[in-house]
């Protein structure tokens, strides 16, 4: 049974057109990540959430948000998507933040921007 | 700057044929080095390393961590055209997100 669930698993929208994409976990874990991964690249830590408390990554646009409403669920919003931003992406979540703690993924959202 | 670099970036082997990847980095503070496999959607989670010279192992795949020189090789024998996927490291060190490589693409063919 899937642990990690994003949905949709593919996206297409237009340039300029904002979109979310969304996950939810089943694992009751404290953590929630955004992964961004362009083809043949290392994914790219976006923002994660340790339970409540957001932590955005220095170099993450603007255009890139992020909601936690509650444990089970966390949305990307994006709010202006370029070209450029077509791409997998991962969420993925652990029990802590502590790097001993494995990251269980997502089966990922591919994202079309036309 | 932290950096993790795999090689080979590719790898073409046959059925049967034993793979070793590797994983170097340069990291503040390490405190463990996970392997993933991402055939094509996500990754899906190996090994996690933390100790030198301790081999886990996994059906076919092992690892093993050199925290001296600062590497980790996974293994994987006799090859089957299923263990085909991009292999990543990860590593985590001062901070608390993991920095991944670009991956090794492993093609087994029949």
């Known amino acids: 049974d899937a642990m990690v669930i994003q949905n949709p698993r593919y996206q297409v929208t237009q340039f300029g057109k904002p979109v979310t994409l969304s996950c939810s976990q089943t694992?009751?874990?404290?953590?929630m990540y955004w992964y961004q991964q362009k083809s043949s690249q290392a994914p790219k830590l976006l923002f994660h959430?340790?339970?409540?408390?957001?932590?955005n990554e220095a170099d993450t646009p603007d255009n890139f948000q992020s909601r936690r409403p509650n444990t089970s669920f966390c949305f990307l919003d994006i709010r202006s998507p370029g070209l450029g931003d077509a791409a997998m992406y991962l969420c993925?979540?652990?029990?802590?933040?502590?790097?001993?703690?494995?990251?269980?993924f997502g089966n990922g959202t591919r994202l079309t921007v036309t | 700057e932290d950096k993790v670099v795999q090689s080979p970036l590719s790898l073409v082997v046959h059925e049967g044929d034993t793979v070793t990847l590797n994983c170097s980095y340069e990291?503040?503070?390490?405190?463990?080095l996970l392997w993933y496999k991402q055939e094509k959607k996500a990754p899906t989670f190996l090994f996690m390393l933390t100790s030198s010279g301790i081999e886990k192992k996994s059906g076919r795949l092992s690892s093993i961590l050199d925290k001296k020189e600062l590497f980790s090789i996974l293994n994987i024998t006799a090859t089957q055209t299923g263990d085909s996927a991009v292999y990543l490291c990860a590593v985590g060190g001062a901070t608390n997100k993991l920095i991944f490589g670009t991956g090794t693409l492993l093609a087994v063919q029949p």
């Open positions: 990291v503040t503070n390490f405190r463990s």
């Open positions: 993925a979540t652990s029990r802590w933040t502590g790097n001993n703690s494995p990251l269980h």
């Open positions: 959430y340790y339970d409540k408390d957001f932590n």
């Open positions: 694992l009751n874990h404290n953590v």
